[in-house]
């Protein structure tokens, strides 16, 4: 069960951008955000594979996680995810999308604001040297 909840805004995200591919108008925002999710969704399913088994759905600090995408970014699978969904929804919705997105980003940073204060109690200065040398 955790293993399909880990993979479950993958699932939606891959059936909203098949139904952006061929149902999308074909406007200058459907190959932006085509382009756009392409290329952002194979850094966020990396991200994912790196967090392995560090990852829960809720925030739980189960080992700090410093490697690959996660020495440049703290939170590679909020950044690469957002970006992934902005860009599939642009391609089925066109600029309109910008509304869904909103919400997705929002609850996003919302996310990656308790997983900081769960890891920063959890890993003290070591967490805090890690913000230190990251973005988001």
């Known amino acids: 069960m955790k293993n399909a909840l880990r993979w479950l805004d993958v699932g939606a ?3 909203i951008l098949a ?3 061929w149902f999308g108008p074909r406007v200058a925002p459907w190959y932006v955000g ?3 999710s392409i290329v952002s969704g194979p850094f966020w ?3 994912k594979w790196q967090l392995g088994g560090a990852f829960s759905v809720s925030p739980e600090a189960r ?5 690959g995408l996660y020495s440049k970014l703290r939170h590679p699978i909020y950044v690469f995810g957002s970006t992934a969904f902005f860009g599939a929804f642009l391609a ?4 309109s ?3 869904l997105w909103v919400v997705v980003a929002l609850v996003q940073v919302r996310r990656a604001r ?3 204060r769960v890891l920063a109690e959890a890993f003290g200065p070591e967490y805090a040297g890690h913000c230190d040398r990251t973005w988001f």
Do not use: M, N
């Open 45 to 47: 399913f990396v991200a």
């Open 34 to 36: 085509l382009c756009l």
């Open 63 to 67: 080992r700090l996680v410093t490697r």
């Open 114 to 116: 308790r997983e900081d």
């Open 97 to 99: 999308a910008l509304i």
């Open 13 to 15: 995200y891959l059936v």
């Open 92 to 95: 089925l919705y066109g600029w």
């Open 19 to 21: 139904l952006a591919v």
